[in-house]
């Protein structure tokens, strides 16, 4: 089982974080004699450069999120085809007995609706067992062997559906989860180098000072370590 959601350490976006490596990589690379005074060596910032490559190659949030959506709309759609094929069986099973008696209500289904994942596949085995077991009552009726063989069909796909889609769904969480846990430990460099070149610059050169803020854009304050992890 997948551990809980890690919270971001960052304080903006994952988009922003990684414009601003982008932008601190060349800085940080110019100063790397001033840098290395203050423990950034080569080594670091090789590493820092191939992970802010490596965390842009990484399906962004927007990407997981909208293949969500297309996982659900295709669940939707085998289970509203497993529910009208059901339903069509019953209908055949209504048309000779009520469904308030104990020979309707042998088929184990009252309604499709609403039904949630493992009990309709559950009616819908119910109803083809059933359904085959008394054929011969409903032939009349308009049931037939390929009205059941239809229902039995939907329900082998729904089920492998609802497989690939809960896979999906693991797969997208555990994606979401490795990329803030790998977007926490490059800011957590980003944070390194910073204070490194505010560090070198904070009493020579005001500029170049300013070009180690990790948000320009915002109040103007420094970079602050991240908050540890809880144990």
Not at 92 to 99: E, G, I, N
Request: glycine share 6%; hydrophobic share 45%; charged share 25%.
């Amino acid at each position: 089982m997948l551990d809980k959601t890690p919270l971001p350490e960052y304080p903006f976006t994952q988009a922003a974080l990684w414009e601003r490596c982008l932008e601190m990589s060349p800085t940080a690379h110019r100063d790397a004699a001033e840098l290395a005074k203050r423990g950034i060596t080569q080594a670091q910032l090789a590493k820092f450069d191939a992970d802010t490559a490596a965390f842009g190659e990484m399906d962004p949030d927007a990407v997981l999120v909208q293949e969500g959506k297309v996982v659900t709309e295709g669940k939707d759609a085998f289970q509203v085809a497993l529910e009208t094929a059901i339903q069509a069986v019953m209908d055949c099973v209504a048309l000779k007995d009520d469904p308030r008696t104990a020979s309707y209500k042998r088929f184990g289904v009252a309604s499709v609706t609403s039904l949630g994942q493992a009990k309709l596949h559950l009616a819908a085995t119910m109803v083809v067992k059933q359904g085959r077991k008394y054929l011969a009552e409903y032939a009349e009726k308009g049931l037939t062997a390929g009205l059941l063989d239809e229902v039995a069909k939907l329900d082998e796909s729904f089920v492998d559906d609802m497989a690939a889609r809960h896979e999906a769904v693991s797969t997208r969480a555990g994606a979401t989860r490795a990329r803030i846990l790998f977007a926490n430990q490059l800011y957590r460099q980003l944070v390194a180098i910073a204070n490194a070149g505010q560090a070198a610059w904070r009493l020579t050169d005001a500029q170049k000072a300013h070009e180690y803020v990790i948000d320009p854009a915002g109040a103007g304050a420094g970079p602050t370590p991240p908050t540890p992890p809880k144990p």
